[in-house]
């Protein structure tokens, strides 16, 4: 059964790095032909698509975070990785870690929905 | 980016109603959308995708419609468990998008 688990830091000050991992379990992100993504969630903005990665480090970024977001794998621990540079209270939200599927039995998408998530982990940006 | 538009925002209504949500995408999508369902501190939970295809262990009650720009989502008879806020995903086009969500609350 696959199963996603966010973790890191809870708080995080002003103009530092928030960093993040996600932990996959029942499957293997070396092996699987799926992206992995990130998407993180406001009361005032609502859900936003942050990035996706593939295991070969091919990654995919929504240009609102584009300058500030890094997206990493490490295969070895089968986990994958948010680094999001320079924030601010605006950053402060319940950020999720996803697999991403982007073909049905009827069409492929360049895009993907997310079928499985992790729970959510709450940051919050304060000094 | 690709805006969507959900309506209403939210509806009240009672257990064994027929609820059908809106989507309506800024530019032709084809039939990339997907719905989900979120109840309070937990993560959203894929319902719909392909516009019209049902997930994998969803009750048959969902279902969606629509391509293009317009979608729908409908719940044929609501349950007690169905009260919750539902969001449309856009993934035709990168960067993904979702719409703003419907909160379905008992009447």
């Known amino acids: 059964q696959l199963q996603l688990q966010e973790s890191g830091p809870g708080l995080v000050k002003p103009s530092e790095t928030l960093s993040l991992t996600c932990t996959v379990s029942g499957d293997s992100i070396s092996r699987s032909s799926h992206y992995w993504g990130w998407i993180r969630q406001t009361p005032g903005k609502g859900l936003e698509w942050i990035g996706n990665i593939y295991f070969s480090d091919t990654t995919e970024y929504n240009p609102s975070f584009e300058s500030r977001a890094t997206i990493s794998v490490d295969s070895s621990k089968n986990q994958f990785s948010l680094k999001i540079h320079s924030v601010t209270a605006a950053d402060t939200a319940r950020y999720f870690c996803?697999?991403?599927?982007?073909?049905?039995?009827?069409?492929?998408?360049?895009?993907?929905?997310?079928?499985?998530w992790g729970q959510g982990f709450l940051v919050s940006v304060s000094a | 980016a690709i805006q969507l538009t959900q309506s209403p925002s939210s509806l009240s209504a009672s257990v064994g109603d027929r609820v059908t949500i809106t989507c309506r995408a800024s530019q032709g999508i084809n039939s990339g959308l997907g719905w989900y369902q979120q109840k309070s501190g937990k993560a959203p939970k894929l319902l719909i995708y392909?516009?019209?295809s049902l997930e994998s262990g969803v009750p048959s009650r969902f279902s969606g419609s629509g391509s293009g720009t317009e979608f729908t989502l409908t719940i044929s008879s609501l349950q007690p468990e169905d009260f919750a806020t539902y969001y449309c995903?856009?993934?035709?086009?990168?960067?993904?998008?979702f719409g703003g969500g419907t909160t379905v609350e008992i009447k």
């Open positions: 392909d516009a019209s």
């Open positions: 996803a697999r991403r599927e982007d073909c049905s039995s009827a069409n492929c998408y360049i895009g993907g929905w997310f079928g499985s």
């Open positions: 995903q856009q993934f035709n086009t990168l960067p993904l998008t």
